[in-house]
């Protein structure tokens, strides 16, 4: 099913904005599409060399709307690469970011800030040597099947929130065109560099 142009246009603007925060991507030609799809999701479809963009269908407000296009569009912008974001539950942290400077940023500070948080005191956190473990299946993505586990995403967003209060979006988005963790922390401002060891050092050892 279709959606709105006011959507279409949100989503341009959030590539656009993507690309300024982490460089074009090298299938820039690819064109995206974005529909109403019974869950959230990008895909990128080696064989049409085109992204699909899916926002959930059952979605009844614009902010739900336009929170999960600026998430999915960080996918869209940085799936091609070989960077840290093979790390699957690392991915995700930069995606929740990228999606609350963008909902920041256009207007949605306070549902931006009410996504990102939301619930993160009841519930428990996974393990850091299980999330590491985490792996993305397209398969679930089509079919339905449950691709996270149980808290995934209260882990994932906890640990945006500690970027986001520790760290400058300027070292999160150098994370999203680094190629190893090393070079993260080469990359960055030296006055970063023992706050994402104590963030994300855990992770990466
Ligand atoms: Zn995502």
Redesign the pocket.
């Known amino acids: 099913m279709n959606i709105d142009q006011e959507y279409i246009d949100f989503a341009k603007d959030a590539y656009n904005q993507c690309c300024n925060w982490f460089g074009t991507p090298e299938d820039e030609d690819w064109p995206y599409s974005i529909e109403l799809f019974p869950r959230?999701?990008?895909c990128r479809m080696k064989l049409l060399h085109e992204y699909f963009i899916a926002v959930r269908s059952s979605y009844k407000c614009t902010e739900q709307i336009k929170s999960t296009i600026s998430?999915?569009m960080?996918?869209r912008v940085t799936m091609s690469r070989n960077t840290l974001r093979k790390n699957v539950w690392f991915?995700?942290v930069l995606?929740?970011l990228t999606q609350f400077h963008f909902m920041d940023i256009s207007g949605y500070s306070e549902y931006a800030d009410y996504s990102l948080r939301r619930n993160l005191e009841s519930c428990t956190t996974i393990h850091p040597a299980r999330l590491k473990r985490i792996r993305r299946s397209r398969f679930n993505f089509w079919f339905a099947r449950e691709g996270y586990p149980r808290n995934f995403g209260v882990s994932v967003r906890r640990l945006a929130v500690s970027a986001l209060e520790e760290l400058s979006w300027e070292t999160m988005c150098v994370a999203a065109s680094s190629n190893s963790w090393d070079d993260w922390i080469e990359n960055i401002e030296p006055s970063e560099r023992a706050k994402v060891k104590q963030i994300f050092g855990v992770y990466f050892d």
Do not use: I
């Open positions: 959230d999701g990008c998430h999915e960080y996918h991915d995700e995606a929740k």
